[in-house]
């Protein structure tokens, strides 16, 4: 059986491919396991400083692989099934949004239920002219889960996430950048050449800043004002005692470009 997720690294850069083209990129609960593990390695790694992730062939991520839905319901147990399965999603989305690294998404083809939360939970989405997000879960009659409930109204507010939750809608890529759930469109043969240039473009930049950044940007959507900002003195002081505030200051100092050293 072919593996069903490949990084390829490449300098400070590591790309998470998704490799299910037959499915459209669907996962199921190993396939799931093994996207976690993938990215899990690229999180610890200390000579990557961003991460890539997309979909081999036409497809981002069509989210779970509704034929292993099938035989799952068939054999009378898919309740468990969809326990393990949004178990697997959950730790994938929580290592893309706690990886104390930038993650570019590039969005080759659709991003459907599940696989639209991968896209959501990553830190840059650029996306193809053909690409689409589609929330997919009501036209399978199923509770959205991967953190969609979560991600969708901090995106959009309340009234736009119901919209889209509630209308089986289609979301090419020219509106999901006007809705802010995507910042590029590029033509589709610029995909990638685009994704590697942005993730080099991170890659170059301040890794420790970019991880409390993320850190910073989750919390506050559940801390007080003054949780908030005692957790960015936390951050700051951190900085301060690393090298990349230091070069940071002595570069401008200096009218210089910065050379960040490793976190």
């Known amino acids: 059986m072919s593996e069903p997720v490949v990084t390829v690294r490449n300098a400070r850069v590591a790309e998470v491919r998704i490799s299910?083209?037959?499915?459209?990129?669907?996962?199921?609960?190993?396939?799931?396991?093994?996207?976690?593990?993938?990215?899990?390695?690229?999180g610890r790694d200390p000579e990557i400083r961003a991460v890539i992730l997309t979909g081999e062939g036409k497809a981002f991520c069509a989210g779970g692989d509704v034929a292993s839905m099938e035989e799952?319901?068939?054999?009378?147990?898919?309740?468990?099934?969809?326990?393990?399965?949004t178990g697997e999603q959950?730790?994938?989305?929580?290592?893309?949004?706690t990886m104390p690294k930038p993650v570019v998404a590039a969005l080759n083809g659709v991003a459907a239920g599940g696989g639209m939360a991968l896209a959501l939970a990553c830190d840059w989405r650029i996306a193809a002219e053909t690409a689409q997000l589609i929330p997919a879960f009501p036209s399978l009659?199923?509770?959205?889960?991967?953190?969609?409930?979560?991600?969708?109204?901090?995106?959009?507010?309340?009234?736009?996430?119901?919209?889209?939750?509630?209308?089986?809608?289609?979301?090419?890529a020219g509106r999901a950048r006007e809705l802010g759930l995507v910042h590029e469109v590029v033509?589709?043969?610029?995909?990638?050449s685009r994704a590697r240039e942005r993730a080099v473009e991170l890659a170059e930049g301040p890794t420790f800043a970019y991880g409390w950044m993320k850190?910073?940007?989750?919390?506050?959507?559940?801390?007080s004002l003054e949780s908030q900002l005692a957790l960015e003195r936390q951050g700051a002081v951190e900085a301060a005692r690393r090298g990349e505030l230091p070069e940071g200051i002595q570069?401008?100092?200096?009218?210089?470009?910065?050379?960040?050293?490793?976190?």
């Open 141 to 172: 009659g199923a509770v959205p889960d991967g953190g969609l409930t979560y991600l969708l109204p901090h995106f959009l507010g309340i009234g736009l996430a119901q919209e889209l939750l509630f209308t089986r809608a289609r979301v090419p």
């Open 215 to 223: 850190r910073l940007m989750v919390s506050a959507f559940s801390n």
């Open 90 to 97: 959950e730790l994938s989305v929580r290592e893309l949004m």
């Open 72 to 85: 799952h319901r068939v054999a009378g147990d898919l309740p468990r099934l969809f326990h393990e399965l």
């Open 20 to 42: 299910r083209p037959d499915r459209l990129n669907a996962l199921d609960v190993p396939s799931f396991r093994r996207l976690r593990e993938h990215l899990e390695a690229v």
């Open 251 to 263: 570069a401008f100092r200096e009218k210089r470009p910065t050379r960040f050293p490793p976190p």
């Open 187 to 192: 033509a589709e043969d610029r995909l990638a």
